[in-house]
T-cell receptor
Framework: GAVVSQHPSRVICKSGTSVKIECRSL??????MFWYRQFPKKSLMLMAT?????????EQGVEKDKFLINHASLTLSTLTVTSAHPEDSSFYIC?????????????FGNGTRLTVT | KQEVTQIPAALSVPEGENLVLNCSFT??????LQWFRQDPGKGLTSLLL?????REQTSGRLNASLDKSSGRSTLYIAASQPGDSATYLC?????????????FGAGTRLAVHP
């Protein structure tokens, strides 16, 4: 079945540094990918929609200069948390749908646990 | 604005029980509804996707039903096993955001003990 690979699965960084998270669709193409954030025991909140070859669409309240998204190919989207602060510590999950299949479900990566010290 | 609610928030049962997890949504104009499973510290695994024209979907011991008019879906788990322990999330596409933008419930944390 469709697989979405997310890397790294866990990262610890110091305040002020930047962290890049990759999301790859392994056996399908995705013109659109989605980045979610999840706080402990809370639901997933959509941060932004990543569009291949164009700018990402950010949800209200999400700082686009803080969370840089690049979708350079049909199989790869990256999320860069810039100048990270402890409040950015969270679980980040990407998802994608097979652009070539109608009514296909969204597939999710295994997430990235970011800890900012 | 679409809102998704899941009840109960947590559930602990002995092995072998049949379970019903509930999901409700405020805007009945949905394209579909999807149930996911999330293990601790992991991503989401899609369990069942019900299209708006369907009433239910089945996969193994799982059965999901959809009643659009009442804004409800249930996930039925038959003969529960310890391996079923996880958080179960339901999600519907945001009407304003389109087909792919999902609105999630907060989930039901299920613990099945031997």
């Amino acid at each position: 079945g469709a697989v979405v690979s997310q890397h790294p699965s866990r990262v610890i960084c110091k305040s002020g540094t930047s962290v890049k998270i990759e999301c790859r669709s392994l056996d399908f193409q995705a013109t659109t990918m989605f980045w979610y954030r999840q706080f402990p025991k809370k639901s997933l909140m959509l941060m932004a929609t990543s569009n291949e070859g164009s700018k990402a669409t950010y949800e209200q309240g999400v700082e686009k200069d803080k969370f840089l998204i690049n979708h350079a190919s049909l199989t790869l989207s990256t999320l860069t948390v810039t100048s990270a602060h402890p409040e950015d510590s969270s679980f980040y999950i990407c998802s994608a749908r097979d652009s070539g299949a109608s009514n296909s479900p969204l597939h999710f990566g295994n997430g990235t646990r970011l800890t900012v010290t | 604005k679409q809102e998704v609610t899941q009840i109960p928030a947590a559930l602990s049962v002995p092995e072998g029980e049949n379970l019903v997890l509930n999901c409700s949504f405020t805007d009945s104009a949905i394209y579909n509804l999807q149930w996911f499973r999330q293990d601790p510290g992991k991503g989401l695994t899609s369990l069942l996707l019900i299209q708006s024209s369907q009433r239910e979907q089945t996969s193994g011991r799982l059965n999901a039903s959809l009643d659009k008019s009442s804004g409800r879906s249930t996930l039925y788990i038959a003969a529960s096993q310890p391996g079923d322990s996880a958080t179960y999330l339901c999600a519907v596409p945001s009407g304003a955001g389109g087909y792919n933008k999902l609105i999630f419930g907060a989930g039901t944390r299920l613990a099945v003990h031997p």
